[in-house]
């Protein structure tokens, strides 16, 4: 696998998941100069459905958020997420996480990878200010993430100024009912279902691009901004769709399953605001074709 179509894996996986965070990088200054943007607002018979493509990493200087977006949820009575983040808030994603990308055999991450990539990821992780000693119990999934993590948090990117944290404490606030449509425990058995290879894969590239990772992503950040789905789908996908095992497990059976919950949503009467990754709203797989596929009006705001 090549470095640069991994690299585009590698930020579209940070993309599609809420729990496991993302390298997103924002615009300087607000996100409101844009004519259009990631939301859509699809009708039915009985009420409106609005799907929102999502960043999960935002500063504060990128607030307020562009009207149409607060109208949507002001216009909504219900919110779904990717996961419900009411479990995240209770830390189970995080102890998940833990249980999950812990080795409970006796082995250590030493003995599932080759010196190389050991090497580049202790060198990482000790720019980082970190051991590597302190994550020998831990799988190459689990390595790589939290090193992507702590990247952010060197950046100065926050997670509580995420979309979906921003769209869920208001609903919170304001009483609004919340709701996921996938589990966090789904969401990690993605990452630890993978073959070995693979998780090395993810360990070794995310040593290798971890600070050369900036200017791709600002590429997918200006194109969510302005809701172009052609730049989200060539930046996100088309590097994923050369491994079509790792196309289909985190982006197609995914939009799969959400599919049908989304058409429920749309035979209920009242109104609803699904935000969900961005790279599942792109492509010929993408949520938004799917829909349209289907028959339903969709308009981009």
Aim: charged fraction near 25%; charge should be neutral.
């Amino acid at each position: 696998m090549s470095s640069k179509k991994f690299r585009s894996i590698l930020i579209n996986v940070v993309v599609c998941f809420i729990y496991a965070g993302s390298i997103l990088f924002p615009l300087e200054g607000s996100l409101r100069a844009a004519e259009k943007r990631s939301l859509w607002k699809i009708q039915s018979k009985n009420n409106v459905v609005y799907l929102l493509g999502s960043i999960h990493y935002l500063k504060s200087q990128n607030y307020p958020l562009d009207q149409p977006m607060e109208a949507a949820f002001k216009d909504a009575r219900k919110l779904v997420f990717e996961v419900n983040l009411e479990s995240v808030e209770k830390n189970q994603g995080q102890q998940l996480m833990l249980f999950k990308g812990a080795y409970m055999d006796g082995t250590t991450l030493k003995n599932h990878i080759s010196e190389n990539t050991y090497a580049l990821a202790e060198k990482e992780l000790k720019r980082l200010g970190l051991g590597i000693e302190a994550f020998n119990q831990f799988k190459p999934w689990f390595v790589a993430l939290t090193a992507t993590a702590l990247k952010l948090q060197a950046l100065g990117f926050d997670p509580s100024r995420g979309i979906d944290q921003y769209f869920y404490r208001k609903a919170k606030k304001e009483k609004k009912e919340i709701g996921g449509l996938e589990t966090i425990e789904y969401q990690i058995d993605l990452f630890d279902g993978m073959p070995e290879r693979a998780q090395e894969s993810l360990l070794l590239q995310t040593s290798k691009d971890i600070d050369s990772m900036e200017g791709a992503v600002d590429v997918v950040v200006k194109a969510w901004a302005s809701g172009d789905l052609k730049t989200l789908d060539t930046a996100l996908l088309q590097g994923m769709r050369d491994y079509p095992e790792v196309y289909q497990r985190l982006i197609l059976d995914r939009n799969r399953a959400w599919l049908p919950k989304v058409e429920s949503y749309l035979s209920q009467n009242e109104n609803y605001l699904v935000v969900v990754g961005a790279s599942h709203l792109a492509g010929k797989d993408g949520l938004i074709e799917m829909l349209k596929a289907k028959g339903y009006s969709v308009e981009q705001l």
